[in-house]
């Protein structure tokens, strides 16, 4: 078992106490840095109120400054010294030997990946409102919990708040967060080294089991049969069981059907793609936490250009934050598009919506006048949605800036247009080869009026 070193720790305290000296309290310096574990550190408090209110209110400063003051992803736990765990095992338990010499049982979790950082909406209210009611009462409501959707929608961000708020809310319980591969890893490595009563003890005496990436267990019959095993005496033991996939339990190859029944037990959530609302919210949100002024327009058009998940909305604004600070500029929507698609960019700013609007009223035989107007009905609606996405796809124009452009319309409705086209298209070559056609005049018209 590895210990955190005097120097280590005086440091730890030094800077939870500088930096929030509001939760600052005389008897820090009483604490004493024990055991560092699976990547856990413990912290022995001297009574019960202190372990209360430490867990309360001091969780999130000390993982940070233990993390800055050993350069590791650790977390950290408050106990009491009854509570210290006997060797490697739980306090009064038998002494586990050592096991997983490959790495950590238990992944580091990131501070930042809190329930009050997560942006919700359509898209994922009901596995939020899931996790939060599971690190509220682990084992007693979706149990299990399984959460599916694409890579980068937020499932970890999900699972990490569970460990965390459930420990902070609840010091004492043992909560072993990690992936699927990890645990395929270790089932491998307890088989090589004769230690399988060592692994199954070690996963098999928590209060919530967290894995993440469940689908790396397709094709791995003698780890699904492990697990399978583990689940049953968590379950029957009312312990909390949360897990994530890139498709729902059902869709994962190869797994077998104890297990997809079991993993079906509880709760099943699926999580999908931002929508246009909650993109803007998550890109605020981010770019707030970050110090990073963004302006309205910049935003909605990020929103607009990124339509896939958070962790792409964070790398653009990473993005046009560096090209910005690069320049020494303030960031606006010339700039975020130059940052973005900076050769693309140039010869994008050539074509004009009203460019496009004169060439598709040529073709279809309608007034500029009627695509701009109030008029629904087809023969002007269609030329109007065809606009709509020539302007989207040939222009760096935002969603709000091309609805102005047709008569103050709001972006709901640009998006709605461009999605139907997209939608034709897809069973119409005739459409397809129009929407080419005019792309080509329209470049023609630009190249001309250049010469």
């Known amino acids: 078992m590895a210990t955190i070193s005097p120097c280590e720790w005086n440091g730890i305290i030094d800077r939870v106490q500088a930096r929030h000296p509001n939760l600052a309290r005389h008897w820090f310096d009483q604490l004493q840095g024990a055991d560092l574990e699976f990547g856990v550190l413990e912290v022995v408090c001297a009574n019960a109120p202190q372990q209360r209110y430490l867990g309360r209110h001091c969780t999130k400063p000390f993982c940070e400054a233990a993390q800055e003051e050993t350069g ?4 950290v736990r408050f106990v009491l010294p009854e509570h210290r765990d006997n060797g490697n095992g739980q306090a009064g338990a038998p002494a586990m030997p050592a096991l997983f010499s490959s790495g950590s049982a238990s992944v580091a979790l990131n501070s930042a990946y809190q329930f009050e950082e997560f942006v ?17 009462a682990p084992g ?11 890579s980068g929608l937020g499932k970890t961000h999900l699972l990490q708040a569970i460990c965390q708020q459930a420990g902070t809310r609840e010091p004492h319980l043992q ?34 089991l967290v894995i993440d990436d469940i689908q790396f267990l397709a094709g791995r019959e003698r780890s699904q049969e492990e697990l399978f095993h583990t689940f049953n005496t968590l379950y029957q033991s009312r312990k909390q069981i949360v897990l994530s996939a890139d498709c729902g339990p059902r869709e994962i190859p190869s797994l077998e059907d104890r297990l997809i029944s079991r993993f079906s037990w509880g709760l099943v959530a699926r999580i999908d ?31 607009a250009t990124v339509e896939t998940n958070a962790r792409e909305l964070e790398g653009v604004i990473t993005k046009v934050d560096a090209y910005c600070q690069d320049l020494g500029v303030e960031i606006d929507l010339a700039a975020a598009r130059a940052a973005l698609c900076p050769a693309a960019h140039i010869e994008r700013e050539r074509v004009t919506i009203p460019t ?51 008569g103050g319309r709001d972006h709901t409705t640009v998006l709605h247009s461009i999605r139907r086209i997209e939608a034709l298209r897809q069973d119409d ?22 010469g």
């Open 175 to 208: 909560i072993l967060y990690l992936s699927c591969e990890t645990f395929n890893n270790h089932f491998i490595e307890a088989v090589e080294q004769g230690a399988l009563h060592q692994f199954r003890f070690r996963y098999r005496h928590v209060d919530i």
């Open 273 to 303: 793609p931002p929508c246009m609302e909650t993109r803007i919210a998550i890109i605020r949100k981010k770019a707030r936490r970050r110090n990073i002024h963004m302006p309205d327009a910049v935003v909605d058009w990020l929103a």
């Open 356 to 406: 496009i609007v004169s060439l598709v009223c040529e073709h279809f035989g309608v007034t500029k006048s009627a695509i701009r107007g109030k008029r629904r009905t087809k023969s002007i609606a269609f030329p109007r949605q065809v606009c709509m996405h020539l302007a989207r796809d040939l222009t760096d124009h935002s969603l709000g800036e091309i609805g102005r452009a047709f």
């Open 140 to 150: 007693e409501t979706y149990n299990p919990l399984f959460i599916h959707g694409e």
């Open 120 to 136: 919700t909406g359509p898209c994922n209210r009901l596995a939020h409102a899931a996790c939060l009611a599971v690190s509220s």
């Open 72 to 75: 590791r992803l650790i977390s």
């Open 429 to 450: 070559s005739d459409l397809t080869a129009t929407l080419e056609a005019l792309k080509r005049r329209i470049k023609a018209r630009i190249t001309s009026e250049r």
